[in-house]
């Protein structure tokens, strides 16, 4: 039998998370509502296409995303490819090497790094990363490695899918080592104790350990990916935004959300390109709530087994 | 699952069906505004309210404006102090779609209404061009000073992938004092659909209509060059200069006020007349009234065709990259909103020109009794209530 207050607790908490519900529904809602109408006359192409063309008139407007797709899953790549070998080596490091008082440096400077605004990342990508990647990366890579699709096309500009990976690596990285490094540090003592009991070696111990945390660390690679798909901002300023495809990472491309933060101002003139951005926007949504969602439930049943309380 | 995920799951089936089946009947909607003209009848009066004593007139769309409209909308103020006048840079689309749905007052929008939106809001709806400004065409060359000559048949080469390299002989002719390095060049553009690609795209087709056809003069249009991979686009003004600023051998075009503010080289563009010519107030008022000849005299009149006059205009000191961009009004308002927006264009036509942020010209003497013209249609046909 509950007392009257706490009924009365409960009463008052529940229209904020009620509130939450509700936005969480509205916003698939919008989403929706507003993409319906290009899905209707486009159908799947819309997806499948390489067409973004704009038009006044309806007979030759027709927008499909698939490069947007594509630069966004090949930037997301990138992120994580460099973000996870980043998070992996600083979370051995810091639980098996480093003195404590680097790991209370270190971690204070990760924690702050993930909470930077997005355009200071963009500012610096656009000045000083694109200019510097060009000259110290790809030109040397286009040089010796020019056989291999990946690095075939001149770097003529350092504004390109693979600068926005890199940036997006980088911005990226705090979460994906902060989950880490979460999931190493709560190893419970008794495991470590039993494998060093063994007569294990440190870097042998560190082995056994990291296999132990591997569902953990594919959970944050995902929700890795799934930040860095939806980051807009920086990869706006730095991805030179052209709707190609192209296998060569120096040439430019886009991303879904860097298509829909230069389009919007100027979409209601042309005839179902709103809607097209909200189609964008809709795959984006969706595309975030399955990497979120899986990688969420990867954490989660690893701290389950692990009997780590969350 | 457990079974808050199950609830939560069908949750969002239901809003996902929901959804979908009212975003078939606005997909309807949209297909029979794109494809019919319904005339609007009715007096539209009111928009975004206003409050206590002080009269609020709000505005919002072109980015473009945005600098000379802060400054009159500032000096404006000082001396109307009953009056708030505010204006948000949103772009020309959004602009007129909450000037069409009423949150805001007037738009400001870079290109005119179309044919058809002007069929359908005739009567009701005004338009005056406003504002002079320019796209010029900007270039990082290492070693070259002076001014680099170029044409609308050369530009048109070079965005559509013919020229690649800056020693072609068509562009080593117009620029004879210098030779050009052996060197690709980088073409840059607007990543965003803004009227300053519109403006350019418009211009080479009208300098070089074989080599650049109609159907690549657009808001977004799609380079040619851009299969080439020597292509950029960068976000706004901002994202061109710096890409451009970065990268030698690159070329652009941006706003003129923004090629002042960055200190970077302008081209002399060859105008119709076959004189090369670089932007500035008296190059490019030339060229507006060149075009103020064929514009409507009536600001109620279709403008929907009016950049083309503008762009490329005849004459020998018109600056061919000139445009103008536009303010858009109801012809009918509640009374003392009308008499504070006609007391706000007054005041541009009579004051305003007078104060000038570089990168912009004052239309002509004659042009101003668009405004005028348009202030007086709105005190006379305001609404009482």
Same mark, same amino acid.
């Given at each position: 039998m509950r007392s009257r207050s706490d009924r009365l607790f409960l009463l008052s908490l529940l229209p904020p998370a009620a509130t939450i519900v509700a936005a969480m529904m509205l916003m698939i809602y919008v989403f929706v509502y507003h993409s319906v109408p290009v899905l209707v006359r486009e159908g799947l192409t819309f997806f499948a296409s390489s067409r973004w063309s704009p038009s006044t008139s309806l007979r030759s407007a027709f927008y499909g995303i698939l490069p947007a797709i594509y630069g966004t899953l090949v930037t997301s790549g990138i992120a994580v490819a460099i973000a996870l070998p980043l998070s992996l080596s600083m979370t051995l490091f810091l639980n098996e090497v480093a003195p404590p008082r680097i790991r209370a440096f270190f971690s204070t400077l990760v924690d702050m790094m993930a909470g930077l605004p997005t355009i200071v990342y963009g500012l610096w990508g656009l000045f000083v990363l694109a200019p510097l990647l060009q000259r110290l990366v790809m030109e040397p890579l286009h040089r010796y490695l020019g056989f291999l699709p990946l690095f075939s096309c001149p770097p003529i500009s350092g504004y390109s899918v693979l600068t926005a990976g890199v940036i997006l690596a980088i911005m990226v990285m705090p979460y994906t080592f902060a989950l880490m490094n979460e999931a190493y540090a709560s190893i419970p003592l008794t495991y470590r104790e039993a494998v060093l009991a063994m007569g294990a070696s440190r870097y042998e111990a560190s082995r056994i350990l990291l296999s132990m945390i591997r569902p953990a660390i594919v959970g944050s690679v995902l929700l890795g990916l799934g930040r860095a798909a939806s980051e807009t901002v920086a990869v706006t300023l730095v991805i030179g935004n052209t709707p190609t495809i192209s296998p060569c990472l120096f040439s430019s491309g886009y991303t879904i959300a860097s298509l829909i933060a230069t389009q919007y101002g100027e979409a209601p003139l042309y005839p179902f390109m709103v809607s097209a951005l909200y189609g964008a926007g809709l795959f984006l949504l969706v595309l975030g709530l399955a990497l979120n969602t899986v990688g969420l439930a990867l954490v989660t049943r690893w701290r389950v087994r692990m009997g780590v309380s969350a | 699952m457990d079974r808050g995920a199950i609830a939560f799951a069908a949750m969002v089936v239901i809003v996902v069906v929901a959804a979908a089946l009212n975003g078939y009947r606005h997909y309807e909607e @949209?297909? /029979?505004? #794109?494809?019919?003209?319904?005339?609007?009848?009715?007096?539209?009066?009111? %928009?975004?309210?206003? =409050?206590?004593?002080?009269?609020?007139? /709000? %505005?919002?769309?072109?980015?473009?404006?945005?600098?000379?409209?802060?400054?009159?909308?500032?000096? $404006?103020?000082?001396?109307?102090?009953?009056?708030?006048?505010?204006?948000?840079?949103? &772009?020309?689309?959004?602009?007129?779609?909450?000037? $069409?749905? !009423?949150?805001?007052?007037?738009?400001?929008?870079?290109?005119?209404?179309?044919? !058809? /939106?002007?069929?359908?809001?005739?009567?009701?709806?005004?338009?005056?061009?406003? @504002?002079?400004?320019?796209?010029?065409?900007? #270039?990082?060359?290492?070693?070259?000073? &002076?001014?680099?000559?170029?044409?609308?048949?050369?530009?048109?080469?070079?965005?559509?992938?013919?020229?690649?390299?800056?020693?072609?002989?068509?562009?080593?002719?117009?620029?004879?004092?210098?030779? $050009?390095?052996?060197?690709?060049?980088?073409?840059? #553009?607007?990543?965003?659909? =803004? &009227?300053? /690609?519109?403006?350019?795209?418009? $211009?080479?087709? +009208?300098?070089?209509?074989?080599?650049?056809?109609?159907?690549?003069?657009?808001?977004?249009? +799609?380079?040619?060059?851009?299969?080439?991979?020597?292509?950029?686009?960068?976000?706004?003004?901002?994202?061109?200069?710096?890409?451009?600023?970065?990268?030698?051998?690159?070329?652009?075009?941006?706003?003129?006020?923004?090629?002042?503010?960055?200190?970077?080289?302008?081209?002399? *563009?060859?105008?119709?007349?076959?004189?090369?010519? +670089?932007?500035?107030?008296?190059? *490019?008022?030339?060229?507006?009234?060149?075009?103020?000849?064929?514009?409507? +005299?009536?600001?109620?009149?279709?403008?929907?065709?009016? @950049?083309?006059?503008?762009?490329?205009?005849? %004459?020998?000191?018109?600056?061919?990259?000139?445009?103008?961009?536009?303010?858009?009004?109801?012809?009918?308002?509640?009374?003392?909103?009308?008499?504070?927006?006609?007391?706000?264009?007054?005041?541009?036509?009579?004051?305003?020109?007078?104060?000038?942020?570089?990168?912009?010209?004052? *239309?002509?003497?004659?042009? !101003?009794?668009?405004?005028?013209?348009?202030?007086?249609?709105?005190?006379?046909?305001?609404?009482?209530?």
């Open positions: - | @949209l297909l /029979q505004q #794109y494809t019919h003209i319904h005339h609007v009848e009715a007096a539209i009066v009111g %928009g975004a309210s206003s =409050s206590g004593s002080r009269v609020l007139l /709000q %505005g919002a769309g072109a980015t473009f404006p945005l600098p000379q409209l802060l400054e009159w909308i500032r000096l $404006f103020m000082e001396t109307h102090p009953h009056i708030v006048v505010s204006y948000r840079g949103v &772009g020309s689309g959004a602009g007129q779609s909450m000037f $069409f749905e !009423r949150t805001i007052d007037f738009a400001g929008s870079d290109p005119p209404l179309t044919h !058809r /939106q002007w069929l359908e809001y005739r009567g009701l709806v005004m338009q005056v061009p406003y @504002l002079l400004g320019a796209v010029v065409v900007t #270039y990082n060359l290492p070693g070259f000073h &002076g001014t680099l000559n170029l044409s609308g048949r050369v530009l048109a080469l070079i965005y559509s992938g013919k020229i690649v390299y800056w020693d072609d002989p068509r562009i080593q002719r117009l620029n004879p004092g210098y030779r $050009f390095p052996h060197k690709p060049i980088v073409v840059v #553009y607007r990543a965003d659909a =803004s &009227g300053t /690609q519109y403006i350019f795209t418009l $211009f080479l087709h +009208k300098s070089a209509p074989r080599l650049w056809p109609w159907s690549l003069v657009s808001k977004v249009p +799609k380079y040619p060059v851009m299969a080439s991979g020597r292509a950029r686009g960068g976000k706004g003004n901002p994202g061109v200069a710096q890409i451009v600023l970065s990268t030698p051998y690159s070329i652009g075009f941006v706003e003129w006020g923004y090629a002042l503010e960055k200190h970077m080289p302008i081209a002399a *563009i060859e105008n119709s007349a076959g004189v090369f010519v +670089k932007p500035s107030i008296e190059s *490019i008022e030339a060229a507006a009234r060149e075009a103020f000849k064929h514009l409507p +005299k009536d600001p109620r009149a279709d403008f929907s065709d009016d @950049l083309t006059y503008i762009v490329y205009a005849p %004459g020998r000191e018109s600056y061919p990259i000139a445009s103008w961009t536009h303010l858009i009004l109801w012809t009918r308002y509640p009374c003392t909103k009308a008499r504070a927006l006609a007391q706000f264009l007054t005041w541009i036509a009579e004051e305003g020109y007078r104060h000038m942020v570089p990168g912009y010209a004052p *239309i002509p003497e004659p042009m !101003r009794g668009l405004l005028l013209k348009a202030a007086h249609i709105i005190v006379e046909g305001c609404v009482r209530g």
